[in-house]
């Protein structure tokens, strides 16, 4: 099992679209969650952290279910501008910093 | 806003070359990384590095591979005779004692082993 699995995309939307990003990790000691952003030929960019109470940021609202391993992205009221890869990123390791990535879904919104 | 910087972003070098990195962390930050991303592929961790030492490398991060902080600024990796699997982008990133899970990338250098 990859230690950080995502949809495979990519997903097409049209503007104004709410879309929903899922992610599995396989780790169940891992500590920290994050969804980054990654544009073509880009570097990631981080979009926000997860938390266990779920949180939110604007159009953007992420949770964490620890129980199932289980994270998850929702973008509402779609931009042109939205469109990237999503990257779900997860530290594995209790007491280091190294971050492990998933390979991303694209997201592509249409006029 | 403070930013990662990197030079070059692009390299071109031969087979068996020497390559040197470079990256400008965020001033503040003390956690400093190198990923790469093997074109069409995930990010992939390589090495990590505080306080002056490495404190952590992946198995990709073999003894052809090297991290130095030469001075108070700059943040290098080098490679020291690069294949044509090394070919990739390599992003250096940095983060803070408050927050050392979030993580910020620079633009990244494109290295392109011929």
């Known amino acids: 099992r990859k230690e950080v699995e995502q949809d495979p995309g990519p997903f097409n939307v049209p503007e104004g679209a709410t879309v929903a990003f899922n992610c599995t990790y396989s780790?169940?000691?891992?500590?920290?969650f994050f969804w980054y952003r990654q544009d073509c030929r880009k570097e990631p960019k981080l979009l926000m952290s997860?938390?266990?109470s779920g949180n939110e940021d604007g159009r953007f609202t992420a949770q964490l279910n620890r129980a199932s391993q289980y994270i998850s992205l929702l973008i509402r009221d779609s931009k042109l501008s939205d469109s990237a890869t999503y990257l779900c990123v997860v530290n594995t390791r209790w007491g280091y910093s190294t971050l492990t990535f998933g390979k991303g879904t694209m997201l592509l919104v249409s006029p | 806003e403070p930013e990662v910087t990197q030079t070059p972003s692009h390299q071109v070098t031969q087979m068996g070359q020497e390559v040197i990195l470079r990256c400008v962390p965020i001033s503040n930050h003390l956690y400093f990384y190198w990923y790469r991303q093997i074109l069409g592929q995930k990010v992939e961790f390589l090495v990590s590095?505080?306080?002056?030492?490495?404190?952590?490398k992946s198995e990709i991060f073999d003894d052809q591979f090297s991290v130095e902080r030469p001075d108070g600024s700059n943040f290098t990796l080098k490679i020291r005779s690069t294949k044509l699997e090394d070919s990739a982008m390599y992003f250096c990133a940095s983060s803070d004692r408050v927050a050392p899970y979030e993580q910020y990338f620079g633009p990244g250098t494109r290295l392109t082993v011929t």
């Open positions: 780790n169940s000691a891992s500590q920290s």
């Open positions: 997860v938390y266990s």
């Open positions: 590095f505080y306080n002056n030492e490495i404190s952590e």
